[in-house]
Nanobody, 124 residues
Framework: QVRLVESGGGLVQTGDSLRLSCAAS????????MGWFRRPPGKEREFVGA????????RYEDSVKGRFTISRDNAKNTLGLQMNSLKPEDTAVYYC?????????????????WGQGTQVTVSS
């Protein structure tokens, strides 16, 4: 079993930055792909970005490219999401997720482990 706990959400203004963290615990994380998803108000959960085991490969949803950066520290079992130039449309509950995969998968259905989510609200 893998346990994921997000932190770092909050209320910010347009153009601000925010960093989310995800602490992972449980079974071995070798080979795990980790990702960030978000659920905007009234919408389905959507892919934000993913990172492979080594951290050498990342993938992002088009609307966050150039603004968001995923990172991981395998020694500390943590995942990060640096969010810059935030926009009101980034408002959502953000989730950390993990799966065993050789590919940077983007579908929520392909992730087996989820955190409880952290709220990010960007005011205009």
């Amino acid at each position: 079993q893998v346990r994921l706990v997000e932190s770092g959400g909050g209320l910010v203004q347009t153009g601000d930055s925010l960093r989310l963290s995800c602490a992972a615990s449980g079974r071995s994380f070798e080979g795990i792909v980790m990702g960030w998803f978000r659920r905007p108000p009234g919408k389905e959960r959507e892919f934000v970005g993913a990172i492979n085991w080594s951290g050498g490969s990342t993938r992002y949803e088009d609307s966050v490219k150039g603004r968001f950066t995923i990172s991981r520290d395998n020694a500390k079992n943590t995942l990060g999401l640096q969010m810059n130039s935030l926009k009101p449309e980034d408002t959502a509950v953000y989730y950390c997720a993990a799966t065993y995969s050789t590919m940077l998968v983007t579908s929520p259905a392909q992730y087996f482990y989820w955190g409880q989510g952290t709220q990010v609200t960007v005011s205009s």
